[in-house]
């Protein structure tokens, strides 16, 4: 298998420091970063919105992989594209019946689309969309917060996905990120780890990237 994609999520870095946090990304070796949007209304919290991403878009040339937890996505979908986003993921349970149409919407930016299930949610509900996008993130925590406790039972997922997944389908995990449950979720497929509180709280980034690959 080609080489494993370790996206660390900036929801765990030092937002007044944002510029160099991406920077030491980049530097010890995260092939993308994640950017965590949440509305306070999909979930229970409220982060950031497309004019963080416009701006760290100036000042790094990593992809940002863009997961929207968000209600109605489709209003934000141009903003979020015009801001520099590579990839923008939302939530299936955001918008179960219109979900070719949004995948369209980010394609006709070029950028990449992705969809996302929550914990509760079964593999075989997105089945029909495997085709059309680039990207499944499974959560394996309730989006909302960083540093939850992983469930493998979530991760198991991933093998109906891989099961119904054309070749180059990305398939990512997002929650509870660590070395032990990097190797659960590389096992039985998945090449795309987000990890936020595992790399920002380690001694040493470039080692904690390094030993989820
Ligand atoms: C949770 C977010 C995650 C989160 C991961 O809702 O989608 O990306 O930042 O954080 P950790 O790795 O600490 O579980
Ligand atoms: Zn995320």
Redesign the pocket.
């Known amino acids: 298998m080609s080489e494993i994609i370790i996206a660390p ?4 870095s030092d937002f007044a420091n944002l510029e160099s946090e991406i920077k030491k990304l980049e530097e010890n070796g995260a092939t993308w970063v ?1 950017v ?1 949007v ?1 509305d306070g209304h999909f ?1 229970p ?1 409220l982060t950031i919105g497309a004019p963080v991403v416009k701006a760290l878009k100036r000042v790094t040339t990593i992809p940002l992989d863009v ?1 929207l ?1 968000i209600s109605n996505p489709e209003k934000y979908i141009d903003d979020f594209a015009k801001a520099g986003s590579d990839f923008i993921t939302f939530h299936y349970e955001a918008m179960p019946d219109n979900v070719a149409e949004l995948v369209e919407k980010i394609h006709s930016y070029g950028i990449k689309a992705g969809i996302s299930i929550k914990p509760k949610t079964k593999p075989d509900e997105i089945k029909q969309y495997l085709d059309i996008v680039d990207l499944v993130l499974i ?10 406790k ?1 469930m493998s039972d979530c991760a198991d997922k991933i093998t109906e996905i891989k099961n119904n997944a054309k070749d180059n389908l990305i398939i990512e995990i ?5 070395k032990e449950t990097a190797n659960y979720c590389k096992n039985l497929g998945a090449n795309a780890l ?7 709280s380690s001694d040493n980034m470039k080692e904690a990237i390094d030993s989820l690959r």
């Open positions: 999520s900036i929801l765990s994640h965590d949440m979930v919290n997961h937890m959560m394996t925590v309730e989006p909302g917060f960083g540093g939850q992983f997002d929650g509870g990120i660590n987000v990890a936020g509180s595992y790399i920002f």
